[in-house]
T-cell receptor, first 116, second 113 residues
Framework: AQTVTQSQPEMSVQEAETVTLSCTYDTSENNYYLFWYKQPPSRQMILVIRQEAYKQQNATENRFSVNFQKAAKSFSLKISDSQLGDTAMYFCAFIYSGGGADGLTFGKGTHLIIQP | KAGVTQTPRYLIKTRGQQVTLSCSPISGHRSVSWYQQTPGQGLQFLFEYFSETQRNKGNFPGRFSGRQFSNSRSEMNVSTLELGDSALYLC????????????FGSGTRLTVV
């Protein structure tokens, strides 16, 4: 079974700074998808960014971008010009292309705090 | 466009009772998945339904079950509740599942006393 590891339980940065959240995963498969989800205190998981493993180009969504290193099985999230509303739990997640018996596999999360 | 709707938002039950949680997916989405979130275990996959059929199942005891109706709405049921079942239960819908991405609801917070 695949595993997802987020090694930073908590991070704190000043507003407007850039922050990078780390994620590594372990799989023997070649076709899969990776996601970053944000969970604010409202509890709803919000999709931040999605990466297809067969695409070498790193995904970008406005202030959010990823550094996808397939050989190293690394998938970090960079948040530029951080804002107070970015304060939340961030989860890295993995799923096989065919869906797979395990659904989405999540890391334990990183609690990101943006200080004013 | 309405999002994923989960009801109820909060629930308190007694050990030994059973509970049913409801999830209405985004219109047109045929895949509905359920996840349990606890501080200790994190987010764990319960099961996925697609077109009224259970497509995948996580490593949970048989007390956890679910179903999906023809309108894609889904319910999950937990029988003989235990204290350890206290958790946030999240529902997620997707067009067809897999790598297309999932839209989550706000969850049902279940407390077992």
């Amino acid at each position: 079974a695949q595993t997802v590891t987020q090694s930073q339980p908590e991070m704190s940065v000043q507003e407007a700074e850039t922050v990078t959240l780390s994620c590594t995963y372990d799989t023997s498969e070649n076709n899969y998808y990776l996601f970053w989800y944000k969970q604010p205190p409202s509890r709803q998981m919000i999709l931040v960014i999605r990466q297809e493993a067969y695409k070498q180009q790193n995904a970008t969504e406005n202030r959010f971008s990823v550094n996808f290193q397939k050989a190293a099985k690394s998938f970090s999230l960079k948040i530029s010009d951080s804002q107070l509303g970015d304060t939340a739990m961030y989860f890295c997640a993995f799923i096989y292309s065919g869906g797979g018996a395990d659904g989405l596999t999540f890391g334990k999360g990183t609690h990101l705090i943006i200080q004013p | 466009k309405a999002g994923v709707t989960q009801t109820p938002r909060y629930l308190i039950k007694t050990r030994g009772q059973q509970v049913t949680l409801s999830c209405s997916p985004i219109s047109g989405h045929r895949s509905v998945s359920w996840y349990q979130q606890t501080p200790g275990q994190g987010l764990q996959f319960l099961f996925e339904y697609f077109s009224e059929t259970q497509r995948n199942k996580g490593n949970f005891p048989g007390r956890f079950s679910g179903r999906q109706f023809s309108n894609s709405r889904s319910e999950m049921n937990v029988s003989t509740l235990e204290l350890g079942d206290s958790a946030l239960y999240l529902c997620a819908s997707s067009l067809v599942g897999g790598g297309f991405g999932y839209t989550f609801g706000s969850g049902t917070r279940l407390t077992v006393v």
